[in-house]
């Protein structure tokens, strides 16, 4: 089965970084795109930044173009998530996410289309 184990959270003033990562087994992944998403109560879940293992193709949300930036280490079978100049905004519990099948070249934002999930990791950002 896959397996998506997530670290780096934490607790990061206004401007600060964090790096969150996601380890992934059970599965080769060279041709999964994975998406990074957050969720705060009462908002619907956000995709903020996804990468294509088979390329490194990168999408962001502009909510966080510029800030965040992610990749993967295909021989650690693991993506990250490099979140630069934190804003209070970016607070939540941030899940890494796992689509399958996806329809390349296009990333979906919708959560529903990926088909496995980290446990989440929270990130406060204080002001």
């Known amino acids: 089965q896959v397996q998506l184990v997530e670290t780096g959270g934490g607790l990061v003033q206004a401007g600060g970084s964090l790096r969150l990562s996601c380890v992934a087994s059970?599965?080769?992944?060279?041709?999964?795109?994975s998406g990074w998403f957050r969720q705060t109560p009462g908002k619907e879940r956000e995709l903020v930044a996804a990468i294509a293992w088979s390329n490194g193709v990168t999408y962001y949300a502009d909510s966080v173009k510029g800030r965040f930036t992610t990749s993967r280490d295909s021989a650690k079978n693991t993506v990250y998530l490099q979140m630069n100049r934190l804003i209070p905004e970016d607070t939540a519990v941030y899940y890494c996410a796992f689509r399958e099948r996806p329809l390349a070249p296009f990333f979906s934002v919708r959560s529903i289309d990926y088909d496995y999930w980290g446990q989440g990791t929270q990130v406060t950002v204080s002001s």
């Open positions: 059970g599965r080769t992944f060279s041709t999964y795109h």
